[in-house]
DNA sequence: CTGAAAGCGCTTACAG
DNA sequence: CTGAAAGCGCTTACAG
């Protein structure tokens, strides 16, 4: 950190008082016009910067979000950075971030250990083991606080606060309803275990259409890989031993794993079956065909969470107190490639 | 932020002065075991945290780190982010994120904001509009100020600072030795256009080694990516175009575009022809088959850019000066895969 | 062993 | 229109 120039110098320079430098920089009417330029002119040549520490220390604010998330090599996790980033940027906030590890006991850590460096708020997606454990009582301490929170894609319904989701379980409905309607009737589900909200509102989704049409659910059809990083041979033994004419795969790694395993069968894509990802990423345009995607919107969703923050922010520095907890809906997006027919 | 107990209303409650409450709490033997132990108990049953805030003002450090990245929805970027925020937090400092877009005017934006924010130092990547307009007088001026600057893969030989590359050189330079070795003869390099650090120095090893083995340089089986937007078609041309039995890519992207072409024309790979990318991430074992890669090893650049700094950071606040400039190589790892026989 | 005072860099209610 | 004083929450040299 830097020396520059303060107040104090300024006033001892222009031989007036801290309190005059102050008000002139500030440009209050209390001063005359005549000393406040020249003061304002002193300082500009001499780049005064006002102190933020002082400052914050003063407004009782750090102008600070702090961002946790579960894992960050990740096309999903870096965009909403991404989107976050450029809100706080442009409304004045600092963005720091730290991770999680998907360990409940990191996530405890991270909260504490900024809620007591000061941080404004926080905007976190929830570690597995946080959700797989349902556990939250660091997050309603930090509200207890007066800190809010923004949680975001992987939240939990244990805590009153501001939440950014995907429409999943909407999307799953209608993407699995387009599958039906082409006549697909053997789809299957590439999906994570039941704690993801994500992915169980997904599941729910493709459920919920077949059942609506009157089909009988086949629960051999559905896939819930039970580590992630094996997916490929789960997959790959999924595939060999069901007869699908329709694939939808909760993530890009899963539906890539499913498209190249498929075709190591001899079929047809999407003559014999159609595919499906959410989450759109890089590898989605790297494989042949290219998939179809319903983009999770990384970087809208965001620019939302940064928004609600702030709005957050904002409202408590004013009215002392939390504006009543709002949930946002930003839709996934269809993106037609190759491995469907629509 | 939160209203937590501060040290004046502990000392109003124990009926002793400030002085006495922050000594204690510091546990200096200038208090007798007796208070101190009072103090101490009083202050954790009231979880008294002090206030970072008013020891960044006393201390003139803010226990910050900037990190200013051209792009993060990247699989190198935010490798290095993760290996960064590892040691950041392992060694008590915050880590604030911000994008410069590649772009030169947001880079140099970021820098003076953070400055002006009080980091305590920075650790980057140029911008590609940095590099091709080589300015970085941004730069010269916060290290002016006495803030310490790590720059890493994407440097500038203009500023004297604390680096951290890959041996991309070398890596190169061994690489094509390997391919030549093995009978290729026609080997293509597929890169970045000449600004960008990092790429040039992969050029100039994959030069140097065909010149040194008596071989002469064919131009036409150089590609630099004039609109990497546009690197799939460019791609595709070069790749039809001409007849290789090689090919050395410098992201992932560039080479599994490469390697779909390949099959498009029959080729059988690695037999007709041998495909190595730089910096591996996700793509590279969702190719079919999977690409041989010279991993940059981010997270270990991550974790050497913030041990360099930290280490600048430390020596600063006890000696008053920077400690003389130093150059960290993390070697590629080489991760065999399918598209190579060695 | 304990405390009053000054200071980090700023703001603002109050006096003149 | 200008300035002295108190305060944000802490530390530390100095006095007693």
């Avoid at 965009?79 to 360990?103: F, H, M, N, T």
């Amino acid at each position: 950190m830097i020396n520059r120039i303060t107040q104090k110098q300024i006033a001892h320079h222009m031989q007036v008082s801290v309190s005059t430098v102050s008000k002139a920089l500030n440009d209050s009417h209390e001063i005359s016009k005549e000393l406040r330029v020249k003061i304002q002119d002193f300082a500009k040549k001499n780049q005064y910067v006002p102190n933020p520490t002082a400052l914050n220390l003063k407004n009782k604010s750090t102008k600070t979000i702090a961002l946790i998330l579960p894992e960050i090599v990740h096309h999903f996790f870096s965009s909403v950075i991404k989107g976050i980033e450029q809100v706080a940027w442009e409304r004045g906030y600092k963005l720091v971030i730290s991770l999680s590890q998907d360990s409940l006991l990191k996530e405890v850590q991270n909260v504490q250990h900024l809620v007591n460096k000061n941080v404004d708020g926080f905007i976190l997606s929830l570690s597995k083991e946080t959700q797989s454990e349902n556990k939250v009582q660091h997050l309603q301490e930090a509200i207890d606080l007066g800190i809010p929170i923004v949680l975001f894609d992987r939240i939990s319904d244990a805590i009153n606060c501001d939440k950014v989701i995907s429409n999943d379980y909407e999307s799953a409905l209608n993407v699995t309803n387009k599958l039906l309607s082409e006549g697909r009737k053997n789809i299957g589900l590439i999906t994570t275990q039941d704690y993801i909200s994500v992915g169980t509102l997904r599941t729910k989704g493709y459920i919920d259409a077949i059942e609506k049409a009157g089909l009988k659910l086949n629960p051999k059809f559905i896939l819930k890989i039970s580590d992630v990083k094996n997916s490929k041979s789960e997959i790959q033994k999924f595939i060999k031993t069901t007869d699908l004419d329709g694939v939808i795969g909760v993530n890009e790694k899963f539906t890539a794993s499913a498209l190249a395993e498929l075709k190591n069968k001899g079929k047809e894509i999407p003559t014999d079956v159609s595919l499906v990802t959410f989450s759109d990423g890089l590898l989605s345009t790297f494989t042949t065909p290219q998939l179809s995607a319903l983009d999770q919107q990384g970087m809208e969703m965001g620019k939302e969470s940064a928004c609600l923050l702030i709005n957050q922010l904002e409202n408590i520095s004013k009215k002392k107190e939390m504006l009543p907890a709002m949930t946002s809906v930003v839709n996934t997006k269809w993106i037609r490639r190759e491995t469907t027919k629509f």
